[in-house]
């Protein structure tokens, strides 16, 4: 069977060697890596520019950016017919193309992460260890630990007041050349659908530039979800931990930090919200006003066959409801956190109509084709390429994240000057 040929549905006059072969994984790789982007551009309002207000959800969405990046790669690596060969990218990175530049892009940003988060945590990483050291009778864990942390600190024991204004002077420095590598990771994934020439769906010089936006606005959302969920499974295990020392946070200074924080960083996430809203706008409208050769059949598929996937889910659900939620006065967490979940359903229906929408009609301009996601796996083809595969990718990061969260704090301590 052609790949592709099981979950497409053809129309009209269709080529017979055409089919929808860029599907559910292609989706969910620009979707991922804007999510990274944008967890580290939130991280970096604070390192760079100093947004006090973003300083206790700086260090959360830093690690999580973290968890995030290691699913960049996923969603090709499932996609290729030969995943073994997707590390050539990584060994042999060189700019003759823009699939071959992510090595370089990739790597260069992994590492930049990676160095932000080890000046951030080195402190941290030096009290454990001697801490450790020290213990007695330790746990199972403790004694992991307790091997670990001296590897991490990489030699590294000094934690005088010097040494610590030289860590954070690095994570500024770290911060501010992440901000444009991260934007550049995301913005070469635009460039790849703007630059095929072949396409009239895709090729526009906006192209970068809106999935940089949206980026922005689907990895704060995301930050803003998985804090929240956080901080209530934090109160239940403070509960709990709350009667064998009385000196941990009641629930209510929880609750109250919980609010601040997610009512300062949804004032961000509106800025940027309205930024790729108003670049989507313009390019549907220069689209419309321009009406090249190939409108007939583009306003076909944008007005026609996916007017629901475009207008009422992409730019309704996605866009308009949780621009008002957030904007109406006294906003609450359930509010919130429904906005958050409605803002990463509009980003994802973006990429959706992007790379799906872009495949929806033949190269003859007198046909259409049609995805069907496949639900139950019958082979690893329509497994890796189906919902099963898409559900592996969003669930690894949190897997990720709770391991890094039981190794790095996430939450910034009061006696934590660092």
Known sequence: MVHGEFWTIKEFF????????????????????????????LSSLYHVFGVEKLKDIARFSLVFSFALLPTAMMPLLLHLQQPLRGIEVMMTPHFTSAIAAFGIVFSTYGMIVAAEIWFVYR????????????KQNKTTLETLKSKLYPILTLG????????????????????????????????????IFG?????????????????????????????????????ELRKILYARKRKNDPALPTNDELKSVEIH????????????????????????????????????????VIYEKDFVKIFIMQYGLGNLVPFILLLSPGLTIRRAILATILVLLGVFMMRWNIVIGGQAFSASFSGFMEYVLPIIPHDMETFKEGLFGALM??????????????????????????
């Open 14 to 41: 269709v080529y017979p060697n055409e089919y929808i072969y860029w599907s559910i994984q292609i989706v969910m790789y620009p979707f991922m890596t804007g999510l990274v982007a944008g967890a580290f551009v």
């Open 123 to 134: 402190k941290f990483f030096v009290e454990a260890a001697l801490a450790l050291r020290e």
């Open 156 to 191: 590294a024991w000094d934690i005088s007041e010097h040494a610590l204004e030289a860590d954070e002077r690095a994570v500024k420095r770290l911060a501010a050349i992440g901000i444009p590598v991260a934007c550049f990771l995301h913005g070469y994934a635009g460039f």
């Open 195 to 231: 630059s095929v020439k072949a396409n009239a769906l895709w090729m526009t010089p906006l192209m970068p530039v809106i999935f940089i936006c949206s980026a922005v606005v689907s990895g704060i959302a995301l930050c803003i979800l998985t804090y929240v969920i956080t901080m």
């Open 261 to 300: 924080v997610v009512t300062m960083t949804c004032k961000y996430l509106v800025m940027f919200l309205i930024l790729a809203i108003s670049l989507e706008i313009l390019d549907l409208v220069f689209r419309t006003y321009t009406a090249v050769k190939s409108w007939d059949i583009l306003r076909a």
């Open 393 to 418: 990718v969003i669930i690894t990061p949190f897997v990720l994240f709770f391991g890094l969260s039981n190794i790095m704090p996430v939450f910034v301590n009061k006696s934590d000057t660092h």
